[in-house]
Every structure is written in structure tokens, then in C-alpha cells.
């Protein structure tokens, strides 16, 4: 083909918090619904099994659902400042010519296409997953790699791959998974 561009424009690739808020909205919902309702029901079967068993049952099971009361609040207060942060704008990751840019909750990352083997789509219930499945046996200080995470945390990312879900990006998985062919000259399909 006469003509075809030699080189390509990197790929950036922002965050969509409008769908993510609304993904991550059944949730967050339900963990409000659950934290609310658990002491309610707890209190009333407190009280039915103190009337029944006695003062002290009532007050060891008035005690294990307000535990439990207080974890559900826990998830709750957890999963507002996951959607919270997860819903502000901002780039996930670029693609280019040198290799994979990604912006992850525990740091940044750089990969060059020499260190991701192969990339995989999985479906997650109704939303994909695009995973860039990396070298066996990369390293913080592998050639070319340059990162802020923790060696923990890029061995994780190393075993599990660079993962980005459809729902919190405002690309397509099908133009990601094409840039990356092309970046790679047809290597990474």
C-alpha cells in the first residue's frame, strides 16, 4: 500500500467517570441498603432472642450484628471513596511507538513492547477486559521498564498483566487492541 503512514500518533486514553459512576452504582447502592438495614434487623433479633434466651444471649448477638453492622459501613465508606476517585478525568495509559504508559491507583508505569508478550479480551459480565499480558519473569529492573510501584506491587501487575476495563476508559477495547498491533507491527493482536 502506497502512501500508508509510517509512524503513528501515540493513543491517549482517558478515564470515563460517567459510566464508571454508573457501573459501580448497584453496588454502592446495596452496600448503603445492607449497612443500613443489618443494625435494624439486628436489634430486633437481639431483642427477640433476649425475650427468649435471656439478657445475656440478647446482648452477644446485639454485639456480633453491630460488628457486623459497622463492616458493612466500612464497605460503604470504602466503596464511595473508590467511585470518588475513580470518577474524575484523567489518562489511564498511552500508546506509542516506545511502548505502554499507564497511570494505576498504586503508581505509574512505563513498559516497552518488548515486555508484554501477548494481549488478551475477556468478558466480565456485561463489560470486557483488555490485559496486557507481560514477560515471565519481568522485574522492576528489567531493560526498559520504568515505574514509581513498589517491587510488590509490579510483581502483582507482572502475574496478573495491565489490565483495563471497557467501563472506566473512553476508548474502545477493539482501538486499543489495534493500536497495539500497529505499534508492534502486527506482533500484539
Known amino acids: 500500500m502506497t502512501g500508508a503512514p509510517t509512524a503513528f500518533p501515540p493513543l491517549v486514553v482517558g478515564s470515563d467517570p460517567v459510566r464508571t459512576e454508573r457501573a459501580t452504582r448497584p453496588a454502592f447502592v446495596m452496600a448503603l441498603v445492607c449497612a443500613g438495614l443489618i443494625p435494624i434487623m439486628g436489634a430486633l433479633l437481639a431483642a427477640l432472642t433476649a425475650s427468649s434466651g435471656g439478657f445475656a444471649l440478647g446482648a452477644l448477638s446485639a454485639l456480633l450484628f453491630g460488628v457486623i453492622s459497622w463492616f458493612m459501613l466500612f464497605l460503604a465508606l470504602q466503596l464511595a471513596t473508590v467511585r470518588g476517585a475513580q470518577s474524575v478525568r484523567r489518562t489511564v495509559m498511552t ?23 501477548r494481549v488478551s479480551i475477556r468478558s466480565r459480565g456485561r463489560w470486557r477486559i483488555l490485559t496486557f499480558h507481560l514477560l515471565p519473569g519481568l522485574t522492576v529492573q528489567s531493560p526498559g521498564v520504568t515505574t514509581t510501584l513498589s517491587q510488590s506491587a509490579f510483581a ?34
Open 156 to 189: 502483582r501487575l507482572a502475574k496478573l498483566g495491565f489490565q483495563v476495563g471497557e467501563v472506566a476508559i473512553d476508548t474502545p477495547l477493539d482501538t486499543l487492541l489495534a493500536a497495539s498491533g500497529a505499534f508492534t507491527g502486527g506482533r500484539l493482536r
Open 95 to 117: 500508546l506509542d511507538a516506545a511502548g505502554l504508559s499507564g497511570s494505576i491507583q498504586q503508581g505509574e508505569v512505563f513498559l516497552p513492547w518488548g515486555a508484554v508478550e
